[in-house]
């Protein structure tokens, strides 16, 4: 089995998903997590200027989703058939789209614009999407069962900010 090095900041975002498939199947991995002065330090030296990287017997890979297949490819979990995985990476994607609005409410340094993109999204974003994702849940409760989309659907919309009962 290939030595895997994953690398982040200390926290969960970007990563969480990938530690998720790790455990999933058992997959031993080294979880290095970095401050924001080691992550200036490191940055320069990575493939694309961002985390989270993965090292897979020397050679690294980044991007987010690309490790994510990556690692969901090693442990059987993309989805049984090629509509599963289509599946997977519609859920997926869908979810980095509602993401990156989460991320900009988040990061927004300006106190009232701030408030406005709470607002927008804990009104306006996030409750369709909410409903959507709920609709593609089978009736057994998994978007495809045994698949990343369904991790993604644990560690995202049951856990992180995301979450209806968590938005800020």
């Given at each position: 089995m290939p030595a895997y090095k994953l690398t982040y900041l200390n926290a969960r975002g970007g990563a969480e998903l990938i530690r998720l498939l790790f455990a999933a199947d058992e997959i031993p991995y080294e979880d290095v997590r970095v401050d924001r002065d080691k992550w200036l330090e490191l940055k320069p030296k990575t493939p694309m200027g961002q985390v989270p990287i993965?090292?897979?017997?020397?050679?690294?890979?980044?991007?987010?989703?690309?490790?994510?297949?990556?690692?969901?490819?090693?442990?059987?979990?993309?989805?049984?058939?090629?509509?599963?995985?289509?599946?997977?990476?519609?859920?997926l994607?869908?979810?980095i789209d509602v993401g990156k609005l989460f991320e900009e409410m988040v990061m927004e340094k300006d106190a009232s614009k701030k408030v406005e993109k709470k607002k927008e999204f804990g009104e306006k974003t996030l409750p369709p999407f909410l409903a959507l994702y709920e609709g593609f849940a089978g009736d057994n409760g998994y978007f495809v069962g045994d698949s990343v989309a369904?991790?993604?659907?644990?560690?995202v919309l049951?856990?992180?900010g995301f979450h209806h009962s968590r938005v800020p």
């Amino acid at each position: 089995m290939p030595a895997y090095k994953l690398t982040y900041l200390n926290a969960r975002g970007g990563a969480e998903l990938i530690r998720l498939l790790f455990a999933a199947d058992e997959i031993p991995y080294e979880d290095v997590r970095v401050d924001r002065d080691k992550w200036l330090e490191l940055k320069p030296k990575t493939p694309m200027g961002q985390v989270p990287i993965l090292e897979v017997d020397g050679h690294v890979i980044c991007q987010s989703m690309t490790v994510v297949r990556f690692i969901a490819r090693e442990a059987g979990l993309l989805g049984k058939t090629l509509l599963d995985q289509a599946r997977a990476d519609m859920l997926l994607e869908g979810g980095i789209d509602v993401g990156k609005l989460f991320e900009e409410m988040v990061m927004e340094k300006d106190a009232s614009k701030k408030v406005e993109k709470k607002k927008e999204f804990g009104e306006k974003t996030l409750p369709p999407f909410l409903a959507l994702y709920e609709g593609f849940a089978g009736d057994n409760g998994y978007f495809v069962g045994d698949s990343v989309a369904d991790l993604f659907r644990h560690c995202v919309l049951q856990h992180d900010g995301f979450h209806h009962s968590r938005v800020p």
